[in-house]
């Protein structure tokens, strides 16, 4: 369990106050034993200080880097760039303006037409059990013909019939109709072009 | 002058870490004990500089392989006592270990006759 002592480390030295406090004490403490050492050994109070300091190096660098393990590490870099960079925004204006609309137009733009695009081709249908929907084709022989027909036909090379995927209206009332007596299907709907002007 | 086999060697990186993990396997004692410690069982050939300790005992804290308690000095004096963690005493195996593999190489590469003798 690693990271929780790390954790709790890094908890306890939230309160920086009393971290550099103890961390002072404990260099205080240090300078102190190693003065009465020298002191033993034969030196003056002032002899046996400097050497004692002299021994220990730098308190200033022997602090900071001591300091530098209390921090969250990459939280409080991350914390410190994003504090940069808003401070960056805010002294050039006229760019943030620029790219916060170009973001703003580009999401926009994006959202608007993702919208229409899930409406139309992502989203299931709105019925009930959508798994369930089947699609009616017609078929008919050479010898037929509608007269008028709007959509693609196939042909079927098995058996030479031709495979549409349009209904004439009354094709359309006569399934609704037949539809009553039959328990097979549910509901039954249609759907074509509609063209606006 | 002194001479030059007498100088006190320079720590080499991250070489403190394990010898101060390897002061407390003896028990608690606090920054100066360590670094005296240090210098009196290398029989002075190490220089630590008192000061590069408290940033490795900060390290060595934080990464759960010792724990610091307030404790009183033998004069009386408030002092924080380090301990070893089971996490610490694992590390200093490991780390015992590596380093003797690497001084081996190098005495190895150093005298490559001696092994033959």
Redesign the interface.
Known sequence: ??WW??LK??VKKLNRKRAER??Q???D??L???T??KVADGLSREDARYAAQR?????A???E??R???GFGMLEELSQDLRYGARMLMKQKGVTLIAVLSLALGIGANTALFSVVDAMLLKLLPVKDPQRLVLFQAQWGKNFSYGSYFGSTLEDPATGLTIGTSFPYQSYQLMREQLQKDSALSDLFAFGNVNFN | MRKQKDKPIDMLQGTLDLLILRTLLFGPI???AI??SIERTSQDVLRV???????A???L????LITAEWGT?E?N????YYHL?A?GRKQLTTETGKWERLTEAIARILNPNREEA
């Open positions: 369990m690693r002592s790390e480390y890094v103890e961390l004490e404990e260099i403490a240090h102190e034993m190693e009465r050492e021994a220990f190096g730098s308190v660098l022997a602090t880097a001591s530098a393990w209390w | 606090h920054g100066h670094a005296k500089d008192h000061g590069s300790l408290y940033p005992l900060q390290r804290e934080r990464r759960g000095s004069n004096r408030r002092a924080r963690t996490a």
